[in-house]
Nanobody, 125 residues
Framework: VQLQASGGGTVQAGDSLRLSCVAS????????IGWFRQTPSGNEREFVA?????????KYADFAEGRFTISRDNAKNAVDPEIHNLKPEDTAVYFC??????????????????WGQGTLVTVSS
């Protein structure tokens, strides 16, 4: 499966932004899709949120609870997270990844075998 992330841009603190991860291939619905981010000062991709194959099971990082919502549309091969009340510390490159494992096993970077190219979100204060 090939993934393409989009939707990033420069926004003001307090704004909302909707990202998108679109996949090619007919096996999209067999993957858990997760979002990670890498901040300018970070060396690792940090987990943001993930959604299971059917779209019903979702997990969020502690910092994402209440501000990030993730939705999945298997008919469109898409997973779209929406970020509300953006903060300057949300500035990062956001990546989507596909994992063959279930949500409970896909809360870190390693279980993801396919990655999109990333989309940059810059939040100004």
């Amino acid at each position: 499966v090939q993934l393409q992330a989009s939707g990033g841009g420069t926004v003001q603190a307090g704004d909302s932004l909707r990202l998108s991860c679109v996949a090619s291939g007919s096996t999209f619905s067999t993957y858990t899709i997760g979002w990670f981010r890498q901040t300018p000062s970070g060396n690792e991709r940090e987990f943001v949120a993930t959604v299971g194959r059917s779209g019903e099971v979702k997990k969020y990082a502690d910092f994402a609870e209440g501000r990030f919502t993730i939705s999945r549309d298997n008919a469109k091969n898409a997973v779209d997270p929406e970020i509300h009340n953006l903060k300057p510390e949300d500035t990062a490159v956001y990546f989507c990844g596909a994992s063959p494992f279930g949500v409970a096993q896909a809360l870190t970077r390693l279980p993801y075998h396919h990655w999109g190219q990333g989309t940059l979100v810059t939040v100004s204060s």
